[in-house]
C-alpha cells in the first residue's frame, strides 16, 4: 500500500529517522573503511531488500540490483569485480526471487527496448528447463540464478581467479516473497 506523502517529503523524513536511530560512531568508521563481507547481485524488484532479508548491518554488504538479477550489463559486471578484487569481498551471492516482474515480461513477448539483453538472459535460463517446468516461474527463476553463477565464472577472470586462489565462494539463492524464506541453491 503507498503511502499519501509525497516523496520527497517520504524520503527527507526516513533519512532523519535513519540519523537519529544510527550510533554516529558507526557511520565514522564506515566512512573511513569499506570492508564488506559479501558482495550481493540481485533484483532490483522493491520487495527484494538484501539488508533486510539477510538482517544486515550498514557495511556488511556490496549490493549490486538489476531487473532479472543478470549479468548482462558490463557495469554490473565490472561492480561485482570491483568487489572482488578491491574490497576483498569473500563471498559473492546471486539472489533471485518468486514473482519475478523480469521472468514475467519473458512469457509476454513485448518490446522492452533496453531491458532486451537481460530478457535474453532469463530466456537462456528458461530453455535450459524442459517444456513443462519452463513455464514454472519458480524454476524459471532458479535456473536463471545457476546460469548467473556460471557466466560470472565464465566471463570474468578477476572472480575465476580468486575462486581458484580459494579466496572467493559463490552460491546462489532464492527468496521467497511471499514468505521471506530464503532457499540456498
Known sequence: MRENLDPKTRLTDG???FR???DPEQLSCLSKAHEPFIAILTCSD??????KVFNLSLGDAFVVRVAGNTVSDPGVLGSLEYAVDCLEVGALLVLGHTECGAIRETYECAD????????KN???AKSRLGSADAKNHALVAESNIRLQLRRLEDTST???????????EMFGAVLDVGTGAVKFI
Request: aromatic residues 0%.
Open 122 to 124: 532469463i530466456e537462456c
Open 46 to 51: 522493491a520487495r527484494v531488500d538484501p539488508a
Open 158 to 168: 578477476v572472480i575465476r581467479d580468486a575462486m581458484t586462489r580459494g579466496k572467493l
Open 15 to 17: 533519512n532523519a529517522m
Open 112 to 119: 522492452h527496448g533496453n531491458l532486451e539483453e537481460t530478457l
Open 20 to 22: 537519529r536511530m544510527t
